[in-house]
């Protein structure tokens, strides 16, 4: 789907395509500016020393880059299989158990944007403090750009576990969402400590 096409579908009357790929199209956008920061930074000799991460990254970025496209799509057809669910007579005796394995299938997607939206975020503060020094707003961008997709992506969950029918599943999700948000804000915040160092210096 071309971008313009897909911003009229996001911007329409229409729940789907909603947050849970624009979350994903905005890691890919995270993805994108640590590639480019990577190779900016493989033209500085000085940075020698650190070339086999910057080519890591690249690598790394390119297959988080389309693994996301495609979990832009599958966020998208996932939402509409818990609204079918949803629709299931209340007197159809399996209706608990569709509606449960479409949430499970959408969590299961949102935890795979999670996780690569965090990758980008450890590049983008890895590439902030080690690599190409003008670049820096580029790093600062993707890392603000991969933790809005972990946010969005943690809410996405918590918000999918509200139609969830069985507690101990939900007490380990919520578990994994506690964990997994308090480990982001702790890398989240070395790239804020930096910026805020910048704006101390004008």
């Known amino acids: 789907m071309e971008i313009d096409e897909y911003i009229n579908n996001l911007k329409s009357d229409s729940a789907a395509p909603g947050g849970g790929s624009a979350s994903a199209l905005t890691s890919i956008f995270s993805a994108s500016l640590n590639s480019m920061a ?3 930074s493989l033209k500085k000799e000085k940075l020698r020393e650190n070339y086999g991460k910057y080519n890591n990254i690249v690598l790394q970025s390119n297959k988080i880059i ?3 496209k495609s979990l832009m799509n599958e966020d998208e057809k996932n939402f509409m299989d818990i609204m079918d669910a949803l629709r299931i007579s ?3 005796k399996n209706r608990p158990n ?3 394995y479409a949430v499970k299938k959408s969590i299961i997607t949102s935890w795979k944007i999670a996780i690569r939206s965090l990758i980008n975020l450890e590049n983008a503060v890895y590439l902030l403090y080690n690599g190409n020094k003008n670049l820096v707003t580029d790093d600062i961008t993707s890392a ?3 933790y809005s997709s972990i946010n969005a992506s943690l809410g ?3 918000i999918n576990l509200g139609i969830y029918k069985g507690s101990e599943y939900i007490f380990t999700e919520k578990l994994k969402i506690k964990l997994f948000y308090e480990e982001s804000l702790r890398i989240f915040g070395m790239a804020e400590s930096y910026e805020k160092d910048i704006f101390k210096a004008l």
Do not use: F, W
């Open 156 to 158: 996405n969950i918590d």
């Open 90 to 92: 209340r007197n159809d």
């Open 66 to 68: 389309d693994d996301l």
């Open 98 to 100: 569709k509606i449960n």
């Open 38 to 40: 990577s190779l900016l």
């Open 144 to 146: 603000y750009m991969a």
